[in-house]
């Protein structure tokens, strides 16, 4: 079945999304085989919220869907849905229908859509192609996985740099092959080299006697196809980019890339980094089955099984003092669970600053020092109160001195653990969204049950 939405979500978040009406609806008709039903009821709906749908549907329901609804499936729904569900659809759909939906998608998305299969699918859907796309998408092909290349459209709209307003006017008017969306006619050289461009907007504002070279935008700039599409989308966040051409290695120009496929990889970017961070594969997907969740989660609670082993290991050592003071038992928790929401506090941070270039070697230097000095006061203000706590709860000031000063090692371990971790891995060329976690929580936690009970057994055996 397709998941309900609680009845008491806000109105404005039901506003972008199918109505529970229309989820009924469909529902009944995937349970009575009824593909007019089907059609009738999604007939109205954007592309996105039916790929949206497809998405939330298990594997096997997800089949009964499309025996009904196939004949349908165009090239904006497919270029809509999840590439963790795409392959599955695909293979599904009848040759024909899959052959005109991909003569209906932009360049760019036959790329995305055809990049990661096997040589045969990747020549039956190119053979669906006029001529003409059949070689952009095979050029794009031909350039590193996630550059600009791979993600640029060679739909491009250009004009000569010595042209009017009105002659870029009535060539527009004229030309029946125009993408159905861009944003700027860029201008070309003798050579093929953009040189500049210009917006729509500025374009009809102005007479027909001007030269487009007079109204191009300050913020023009090309991207080289060889470029990573992590710094693409950086690149048009930083500058406001809507669109910037894409050249070759001779700087001639092969394609355009949009603000939407721009934040399409920051979007991506942020999500993968945001389930690394909690240890989860990027490719998990609310539809997978309990098996292929559990295998996706398993090898990192494995690793996480060996780290705590670690500080198992650290408070074995202290088995003596245990036996003495029972209560340090009962204590231990507070430092650990503390110090490990103060790292991933620290790490959160330092990971998007990595992520989006805030976190740079120029300002690490001060980042490392803010984190030091944040986490020696947090340290401060909770000791006090574990201190006072000792003495009221506990009747003996002595421990909850020891639990403080436990405490301040530890936030002070778990702030610079949360930057330098990152930083570090960083460094070295390795992903800090995927391994920063298990380093910083092992950190704190072997920092933290050394810090009490070492002090512990100083203070008060």
Known sequence: MIEKRDAQSDSSDDEFQLSQHDLDAVNRAIDEGDGNALDAVLEPVHA????????????????????????????????????????????QLPREVLAEAVREMD?????????????????????????????AVEQSLTYPEYSAGRLMQSEVVTAPEHWTVGETIDFLRQEDWLPDQF?????????RHPVGYVTL?????????????DITEDSFRTISAR?????????????????????????RLVGVITIDDAMAVLDEEHEEDFLRMARVSDESHVSDGPLE??????PWLVVNLFTASLSALVISRFEATLAQLVILAALMPIVASTGGIAGTQSLAVAVRALATRELTGANAKRVVLREL????????????????????????????????????????????????????????????????????????????????LGLASWVLI
Request: no cysteine; net charge negative; aromatic share 6%.
């Open 48 to 91: 996105a919220d039916i790929a949206d749908m497809i998405e939330q549907l298990t594997p096997p329901r997800r089949r009964q869907f499309l025996d009904l609804y196939s004949g349908e499936i165009d090239g904006d729904i497919l270029s809509e849905i999840d590439e963790s569900v795409r392959d599955e659809v695909i293979e």
């Open 107 to 135: 360049s760019d998305d036959v790329v995305d859509l055809i990049e990661d299969m096997e040589a045969p699918e990747q020549q039956a859907i190119l053979a669906a192609l006029d001529e003409s796309d059949r070689v």
């Open 183 to 191: 944003y700027h006619v860029i201008l070309v050289d003798p050579r």
């Open 201 to 213: 907007g500025k374009l009809l504002s102005s007479r027909r006697h001007i030269a487009l070279r």
């Open 227 to 251: 470029q990573d599409e992590g710094d693409v989308a950086y690149a048009f966040n930083k500058y406001h980019l809507i669109s910037a051409p894409v050249v070759d290695d001779h700087d």
């Open 293 to 298: 969740t559990a295998r996706q989660r398993l």
């Open 373 to 452: 000095l944040a986490g020696l006061l947090n340290g401060v203000g909770l000791a006090v109160i574990l201190t006072l706590a000792g003495g009221l709860i506990l009747g003996d000031f002595r421990i909850g001195m020891v639990l403080g000063m436990a405490m301040i090692a530890n936030q002070v371990v778990a702030a610079m653990g949360g930057v330098l971790v990152p930083l570090t891995l960083n460094k070295l060329g390795l992903d800090p969204a995927l391994s920063s976690g298990t380093f910083v929580t092992t950190m704190t936690d072997m920092m933290g049950f050394f810090a009490f």
